[in-house]
């Protein structure tokens, strides 16, 4: 089985705390997404990557970064955590399509509250 | 630009009753369509997709066809059990996204099953 898994499922932060959040899967996925989702937005994409070191912004970047160092791990980091960062993270990966991989395999998410 | 459209929730049934999610898209070209399911406390998974017009997935007792003519890709199951409980994703695959398998998704649906 697909496994993604994330650092934590809950988490609580400060405003103005940098904020690391991680994700490692072991299918050996070149492509790897973060997320976030809010009620009524669905979900909305934050960063992609699609191989060790590169990376693409998403639909809404501000106020986020990405690493990635190593093919099974990408993490997103919140350079300056505000409350209106408070939400769900979800990180997923997936093999290329071209491959015939299709399907995104998510973590369990991260909620994340900023006081 | 791309984008999907899904019947605000939440819906509420009673166990055994029939289930119709609507999900509409609007996109150039034939894009691949899925429908992902959040159960509580979980991340996202594959329930279906289809990737060509008047294809049909189907998984779980759920059915879902894509219609091009009228740019839809309802999601339907004909006896809804208490376990069906979860939030319903609709989602499209960019045309042009080349490999990354970047995804559009719908603001989601709650469905809740009473027993």
């Known amino acids: 089985d697909v496994k993604v898994t994330q650092s934590s499922r809950y988490l609580v932060k400060r405003t103005g705390e940098k904020v690391f959040l991680e994700c490692v899967q072991d299918m050996d996925h070149e492509n790897m997404f973060w997320y976030r989702q809010d009620p009524g937005l669905g979900l909305r994409l934050i960063y992609f990557?699609?191989?060790?070191?590169?990376?693409e912004k998403g639909d809404i970047p501000e106020g986020y970064s990405v690493s990635r160092e190593k093919k099974e791990r990408f993490s997103l980091i919140l350079e300056s955590a505000s409350t209106n960062q408070t939400s769900m993270y979800l990180c997923a990966s997936a093999a290329p399509p071209g491959t015939g991989g299709y399907e995104q395999y998510f973590g369990p998410g991260t909620r994340l509250t900023v006081t | 630009g791309d984008s999907v459209t899904q019947m605000e929730g939440p819906v509420t049934l009673s166990e055994e009753a029939f289930l119709t999610i609507n999900c509409t898209y609007t996109a150039t070209g034939y894009p691949s369509l899925f429908w992902y399911v959040q159960y509580p406390g979980e991340g996202l998974q594959l329930l279906l997709k289809?990737?060509?017009?008047?294809d049909k997935g189907s998984n779980k007792g759920f059915e879902a066809t894509y219609r091009k003519e009228t740019t839809s890709f309802h999601l339907e199951k004909g006896s809804v059990q208490v376990s069906d409980s979860a939030v319903y994703f609709c989602a499209l695959r960019r045309i042009g996204s080349g490999n990354t398998g970047k995804l559009i998704f719908g603001q989601g649906t709650t469905l809740q099953v009473k027993p």
């Open positions: 289809a990737t060509k017009a008047d």
């Open positions: 990557s699609y191989d060790v070191k590169m990376k």
